[in-house]
Structures are given as C-alpha cells and as structure tokens.
C-alpha cells in the first residue's frame, strides 16, 4: 500500500489509537505523514506516536508536530528491551530524559514502551529488569504513565511494576489471560488490546476482554504490526482500527459509536496530563 491508497473511510471518525508506530509506516511503503492527515482529516479522535529506543523522539516531533500542536496526536518516549540497550541502560536512560525534557510542554503524554520480552531475552538478564525499573522510575519523577511491553513474562511484569504502586499506565498489546488482566486492573492498569483479537485462534483474548472492567478497556492497532481481520498479513495503519472496533463492539454487545465514545474517555482518562 502507498499513501495514494488511503480512501477517507466515515467509520474512523472518533476512533483513539493509544498505540501506533507512524514512524515504522514509510518503510513498508506507506507515507506516515500522509497517513495521519487522512486520518485526522476523518476526524480521528487521537493517536498516541509510541517509541521504542532512546534518542528518536526528536525525529518523530519534527515529523508529526503538525499534528500534536492542535493536540490530536501525542508521543511517548521509551526504550524496548533490547540487547544493545540493557547493555547501555545508564546512558540510554540519560538519553531519554534529556530528550523528553527537551519536548514541547504536553507533547509527551507517556513513558513507554518498556518492558519484558521473554521470547527476545529468554534467559531473562537483570538487566532487562533494570532497565525497566529505570523507566517506571522516570515515569514516577516525571509524573507520566507507563505503556508496558509484556511478552511470555506474566510474572515478572507484575513483581516488577508493584514495586512502583505509585505508577499507572497500560498494558499493551496484551497476551495473557483473564487472570493476568484481572490482576493487572486491580494494580491499577488499563488493558489495551491489538488488532490480534480479531484472530480465530485468539479465544483467549477475547475471554480475557470480557474480564477487564470498561473504564479500564483500550484498543490499538501497534501499527505498522498485527493488522486486524480482514487485514491480516499486510501492514497495518491506524485506519485498520475501525475493525478492532466493530469486533469488541460485537463482543461486548454494544453500539460502535458508543464504544467510541468510550475509549475515547479511557484514553483521556489514562493519559489525563497531555492527552
């Protein structure tokens, strides 16, 4: 898809993605500029811009500040747990603040994404931990919610963050169960759910939605990953959200509009100081 393929569609007006990688958009052939002027031409309620390493949130601005400077889009700024940053986590940490110090006031909304990736780290190094505690720290001075990365590492994402009662945020993307989720409600967290929810095998996920009490609900695409049925299989954009929507709307008996309405609060709710 290139951005010339974007037919404004009605349905995304009042659609809030809390999780979208725009900048991960041109190098699978689609224009994340052009993008979010569709998308917000549509009346597209927010977007939260997520990052993922330390030191990109200066080019994401100078990307997408046309959009944040009427306050339709905000970023967050984290780092992933990657390798090559559990090694550096000092630095990198130092980098990410000074970089979100450096922002236009209310252009950052959240710390994140940061996290446990068992499936990339499977030997589960301290230094992920660490690096993760320096964030929610972070987020704690700074006073900003934390969007958490959680992949094959229930356990220590919850013995982690509640060592941080002070920190709220969401759960990202999440994998788990309903007593993961209950679990994580009851720490105070909102529970964002994917594009991956539409999946047939995803019963799970779907069990675990009906579990999370509706101010605690979220919906995200991750774009440019996990495109939503009847998308799957190519690069998500946050338009693919509308789909997310009509399936939970379906699960949770209610009207699209009024799930819109919904979320729409949540998110807000969630990111209260910028969003």
Excluded at 63 to 75: M, T, V
Aim: one cysteine or more.
């Amino acid at each position: 898809m290139c951005s010339t393929d974007f037919e404004i569609d009605a349905g995304w007006r009042g659609l809030f993605d809390t999780h979208a990688h725009l900048s991960f958009l041109d190098e699978r052939g689609i224009d994340g500029k052009k993008c979010a002027a569709a998308l917000f031409e549509a009346g597209f309620a927010g977007i939260i811009d997520i990052g993922t390493v330390a030191g990109d949130l200066g080019s994401r601005i100078a990307e997408f500040s046309s959009f944040a400077e009427d306050g339709r889009l905000h970023f967050a700024a984290g780092i992933w747990p990657w390798k090559t940053a559990i090694a550096e986590a000092k630095e990198q940490i130092a980098l990410l603040e000074r970089e979100i110090d450096a922002a236009p006031v209310g252009f950052v909304a959240a710390i994140g994404e940061c996290g446990f990736d068992r499936r990339e780290n499977p030997e589960a190094p301290d230094g992920e931990r660490a690096l993760l505690e320096a964030q929610l720290d972070l987020a704690q001075r700074k006073r900003l919610p934390v969007i958490i990365h959680s992949r094959e590492a229930p356990a220590e994402t919850i013995e982690t963050l509640a060592a941080f009662p002070a920190v709220r945020g969401v759960i990202h993307c999440f994998s788990y169960t309903a007593t993961e989720a209950k679990t994580f409600v009851g720490m105070g967290y909102a529970i964002s759910f994917a594009g991956n929810i539409t999946y047939k095998n995803a019963g799970n996920l779907r069990d675990a939605l009906l579990s999370v009490p509706p101010d605690r609900l979220l919906l995200e695409t991750d774009c440019p990953y996990l495109a939503p049925v009847p998308y799957r299989g190519k690069p998500a954009h946050p338009g693919m959200l509308l789909e997310t929507y009509r399936c939970v709307a379906a699960l949770l008996k209610m009207d699209v509009q009024e799930l819109k309405e919904l979320l729409k609060l949540n998110a807000e709710t969630v990111f209260a100081a910028n969003a």
